[in-house]
């Protein structure tokens, strides 16, 4: 397992170049390029423009396994809006495009939201479809769509994902696992064992239950994910992939946060 940190770790206006580049110098071995609609790493980048990320990222000998993306909060699949499914569904494609021109194999993908305006059962009903149409693109392009658990009110058990990703009946539709997400209702370590060979990618976060809003998201090590159980739960079904950890840059140093990340993703691989 490889420690990484994807690009929302640097600030907006810093070139994936750059970023990469300080990524390496900290130590990590793999970086998360992410991908928007504004932002350093445009999602109507040409391929020119990726391909030049991809060959510095090379040049590094930093590895550029997955792609990020919350464009799934914007255009959901879930949606009871046809224009957002299909808007949701074409951002998805291209963000799968641009990891296929950096080299990386996995795209984060937000499936779904429940809110007052989708039922659950419509979310479900919703973003099956959806999910199943990307998959002829993953396909296409043999880049997975790795399904986030994020805090959307939607797929909110392991039994549950498990059984969604099935029923896309597709090698190219898989689980983003996110550690620090799934505290308030799970257990990532659960999380990990159930999903097993669908298991694409994994976010490294951490957080305290006892706090309970964003405002629990703390540093790796600091919260109250069980790490030795999540490090055996990953060795189990054979993850030797990216542990991307997914913060914010500090306010005052971003190099000291990137080093206490570095730090601690070493330290929970030798739990």
């Known amino acids: 397992m ?22 390496k110098r900290i130590g990590f071995s793999a970086f998360e390029v992410c991908v928007g609609e504004d932002g350093p790493t445009r999602l109507d980048a040409s391929e020119a423009d990726i391909t030049a990320i991809r060959k510095h990222a090379e040049s590094e000998g930093i590895a550029l396994h997955s792609v990020g993306s919350g464009l799934g909060w914007s255009y959901q699949f879930s949606s009871t809006d046809a224009k957002v499914r299909a808007k949701a569904l074409e951002v998805n494609q291209k963000a799968l495009q641009i990891a296929k021109w950096l080299g990386a194999d996995a795209v984060l993908v937000v499936p779904g939201v429940v809110n007052d305006e989708t039922q659950y059962d419509v979310a479900i009903e919703n973003t099956l ?13 043999e880049v997975s769509a790795a399904l986030e658990n994020v805090w959307n009110k939607f ?7 498990r059984d969604f990703i099935d029923q896309c009946e597709s090698d190219y539709i898989g689980a983003y696992v996110d550690v620090g997400n799934m505290i308030p209702y799970g257990y990532p370590e659960q999380w990990i064992r159930i999903l097993g060979q669908r298991v694409r990618a994994i976010h490294m976060k951490d957080f ?21 159980a999540v490090v055996a739960a990953l060795r189990e079904i054979g993850y030797d992939r990216a542990l991307t950890a ?26």
């Open 2 to 23: 490889k420690p990484a940190i994807n690009q929302w770790a640097f600030p907006g206006d810093m070139p994936a170049t750059k970023a990469i580049s300080l990524a």
């Open 129 to 141: 479809e959806g999910v199943k149409k990307l998959a002829d693109t993953a396909e296409k392009l």
């Open 155 to 161: 797929l909110l058990s392991p039994v549950e994902t």
């Open 208 to 228: 305290r239950a006892s706090v309970g809003t964003l405002g629990g998201f703390v540093m790796l090590m600091e919260g109250d994910v069980n790490w030795p």
């Open 246 to 271: 997914e913060y914010g840059p500090y306010t005052h140093s971003l190099e000291t946060m990137l080093k206490h990340v570095f730090t601690s993703i070493e330290a929970i691989l030798s739990l």
